[in-house]
């Protein structure tokens, strides 16, 4: 069999590999976020009585890919003191948004509660004396494959007043006092996470607002690193 000169083999022409990315992922990279409205979704959940809860935190779609999934947003939730609940109990029925990806209206898909640095029984004592607590939904669908997080946080009262959210309870909170701090910590883990205050994506007032508590209209995003 003839072997072929190097000569020869430098004359033949170069291959060249093309890879094709899929416009999926590029969407992914490059969006922090895209407002559910402009694909016929809405900034407020579906609380299930003709009413919503503000989406008033943000995730970024620009944050380490291991914190924008199930396993790692609740890592990353642990290092400023939310949890599970409390044992693992779950009351009420679950609520649902249309986060304008093209899924259409889909049930949270997880509430977490603060856990007063108890990550074990901490959120029990919130359900008990009242507090912190969110549910969240994940930007993936077709028309906006972002992979950002829409959480809908809130503050809410004790048993005795059964839970009911408190007065300003959607504004104040909002995970951002804890999450801002220069680096937290869980499991061996490191964030560090800036925040943006986005304005025009929730209504200002209380106008189909769950409870008739009035929104200021601000929803914080969120980008949450791994270092």
């Known amino acids: 069999?003839?072997?072929?000169?190097?000569?020869?083999?430098?004359s033949l022409p170069l291959l060249v590999l093309s890879v094709t990315v899929p416009a999926s992922d590029l969407q992914r990279?490059?969006?922090?976020?895209?407002?559910?409205?402009?694909?016929?979704?809405?900034?407020?959940?579906?609380?299930?009585?003709?009413?919503?809860?503000?989406?008033?935190?943000?995730?970024?779609?620009?944050?380490?890919?291991?914190v924008l999934t199930d396993?790692?947003?609740?890592n990353w939730a642990r290092s400023v003191n939310f949890s599970t609940e409390c044992l693992g109990?779950?009351?009420?029925?679950?609520?649902?948004?249309?986060?304008?990806?093209?899924?259409?209206a889909v049930n949270q898909t997880l509430e977490i509660r603060q856990d007063f640095g108890n990550a074990n029984l901490g959120t029990c004592l919130e359900s008990?004396?009242?507090g912190n607590h969110f549910r969240y939904w994940r930007q993936n669908g077709t028309m906006a494959n972002t992979g950002a997080l829409f959480l809908a946080v809130s503050q809410e009262e004790n048993v005795a007043e059964s839970h009911?959210?408190?007065?300003?309870?959607?504004?104040?909170?909002?995970l951002v006092a804890a999450a801002t701090a220069s680096q937290t910590s869980f499991g061996g883990v490191n964030y560090s996470t800036t925040n943006q205050t986005i304005t025009g994506l929730l209504p200002v007032g209380s106008q189909g607002v769950n409870h008739g508590i009035a929104?200021?209209?601000?929803?914080?995003?969120?980008?949450?690193?791994?270092v």
């Open 128 to 130: 008990l004396e009242g």
């Open 89 to 104: 109990i779950h009351l009420g029925a679950p609520q649902q948004a249309n986060l304008g990806d093209g899924n259409g």
């Open 29 to 66: 990279r490059a969006l922090a976020f895209a407002d559910p409205a402009k694909g016929g979704g809405s900034q407020l959940d579906d609380a299930g009585n003709g009413l919503g809860e503000p989406l008033n935190v943000i995730i970024s779609g620009l944050s380490s890919p291991k």
């Open 1 to 10: 069999m003839m072997m072929l000169s190097f000569a020869v083999l430098l």
């Open 71 to 74: 396993d790692g947003i609740l």
């Open 215 to 226: 929104l200021d209209g601000n929803v914080v995003l969120l980008t949450i690193t791994i």
């Open 164 to 174: 009911t959210i408190a007065p300003n309870g959607y504004d104040v909170g909002r």
